[in-house]
């Protein structure tokens, strides 16, 4: 089924959006390591990487339909240098909200478009971002646990450090 000329523009924005949280990520990235944070650091680039397998996903999808995916601009992060550690995961789950907020819209437009191809690759981002979601929120609720105990937060560090690393090739 041919995707319509706005269906396209809607996947179009999403893909620039995945893009956005990679550079998101990106910089979240850089103040967990300006903070010798290097475990949550490792895991917010990580994190970046999967982004862009997300917007991979998107192209590949509208390129596979016949249609013509297009990049657009990708705005600078709006992440304020100096955030905790607890800041620095809440900016992400808000991030991720608005992602999943996003998906939701570009799902309700495939459906009022009748554009039934879409739905299965949609219902696979719904489900990551439930995921992606409760994984941020568990962090966030660790580190309130921790509170200001250092060697509390020097051991979540080393553990989100040692996150498995997954090819950006392919984020299944
Ligand atoms: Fe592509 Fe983290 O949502």
Partial sequence: MKMSDDIVQAFNDQITLELTADMTYRQLAIEADAQD????????????????????KFIDHVLDRGSHPRIGTIKAPEIEPGLSPLEIFQAALAHEEKVSEAIRQLYRSCTSAGDIDAIPLLHWFIDEQIEEESTVSDIIGR???IDDDGSGLLRLDAELGSRDVESTENGD
């Fill in 37 to 56: 944070l290097s475990g949550m650091a490792a895991w917010l680039r990580h994190q970046a990487d999967e982004e862009i397998v997300h917007a991979n």
């Fill in 143 to 145: 580190i309130q646990l």
